[in-house]
């Protein structure tokens, strides 16, 4: 724990796949906490976590557990960011939810840090983090907008385990090895078996909605983060792959003017939190496997379409564990804290 630390910092969901990422990259970046207090479920309270090489004792969410804390990074679903924001910021903590429930309220903020950076001024106590397969696609595009402007987008991921969290991981693990061993599989995390296989969902059908909640996620989220207008066509159809962290994406970005392959390289090359990987002949693109455990955003196979003049082919990996999730919620807390606002506005209240 950093010793001039500000901040009292309370991490809920700290036993999962994300808020356990939360405690790694707060330790790694020497976030000013004076002191960080793990929370989850009734169900591991008493359990151990680390953080910064030490064991923290795990409580339970409760009324009691979350006073006098100064900031809240969640990530314990979007149920309980639904149920219990509004009374952390009652309580007089900053919020950084990693879950969907609040991301779409127009009152709220919906943040890649070194992206939108400007849209934290104003929060009323809550700021979100993108879905993870919209955020790593953010910091590929954001360049591209700037300088060429976009027109349209059509996206195709193939997401990892990690990305649905602790169980999916486990679920894909057991099903390799049973696979392997000839034996049958049951699926409980996801509606078919996942190992040796692509599943075309990641998360749910709506009654009536052939895009799935998650595909919906990224073409809504996209256009809020980079103020799209309606005008701007965007599709997104989204896949379950057995890779244990990183997502890839195939991402087809048609501009408003002409952009060289060599160009986008170059202008990507020189984008902070992006890493260009493009020597295809070589075997050099990005790969989930050498994304995991990184912040950067890897990007490559950057190409013409040949269908349109003013269409570029890219792929993008990252990690939606780290950039995907705990490393921008760190980074956007780190923002708040230079913005000096890390402080609920006075009568703050979500809608
Ligand atoms: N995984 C990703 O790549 C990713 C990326 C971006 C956003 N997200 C979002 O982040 C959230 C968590 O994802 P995850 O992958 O970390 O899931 P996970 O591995 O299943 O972890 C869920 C965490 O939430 C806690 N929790 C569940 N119910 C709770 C309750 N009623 N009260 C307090 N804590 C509770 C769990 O604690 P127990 O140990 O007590 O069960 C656990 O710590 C989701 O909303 C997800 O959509 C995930």
Known sequence: MAPNGEYRVGVVGATGAVGSTILEVLAERKFP????????????????????????????????????????????????????????????AVVVDNTSYWRMH??????????????????????????????????????????????????????????????????????????LKGKQVEPKVYPHQVAFNVLPQVETFKAGDDYTTEERKV?????????????????????????????????????????????????LAGTDGLVVLDDPGAGIYPLPIAAAGRDEVLVGRIRRDPSHDRCLNLWVVGDNLRKGAATNAVQVAELLHRRHLVRVPAGAALS
Request: include cysteine.
């Open 219 to 267: 073409m809504a989220e996209t256009r809020k983060i980079l103020g799209l207008t309606e005008a701007v066509g965007i599709s997104a159809t989204c896949a379950r792959v057995p890779v244990i962290t990183g997502h890839s994406e195939s991402v087809n970005v048609q501009t408003q003017r002409e952009l060289s392959p060599d160009g986008c390289r170059e202008l």
């Open 33 to 92: 906490a004076a002191e960080v207090v793990a929370l989850a479920s009734a169900r591991s309270a008493g359990r151990e976590v680390e953080f910064a090489g030490e064991q923290l004792e795990v409580r339970e969410l409760t009324d009691e557990s979350f006073q006098g804390l100064d900031l809240i990074l969640s990530s314990a679903g979007g149920k309980v960011s639904a149920e219990w924001a509004p009374r952390w910021i009652e309580a007089g």
């Open 106 to 179: 127009e009152d709220v903020p919906l943040v890649v840090a070194g992206v939108n950076d400007d849209a934290v001024e104003g929060h009323n106590g809550l700021v979100t983090n993108p879905n993870c397969t919209t955020m790593q696609m953010m910091v590929a595009l954001k360049p591209i907008l700037d300088t060429a402007g976009i027109e349209r987008l059509i996206v195709s991921t193939y997401q990892s385990v990690s990305g649905t969290g602790r169980a999916a991981i486990q679920e894909l693990r057991e099903q390799s090895e049973a696979v």
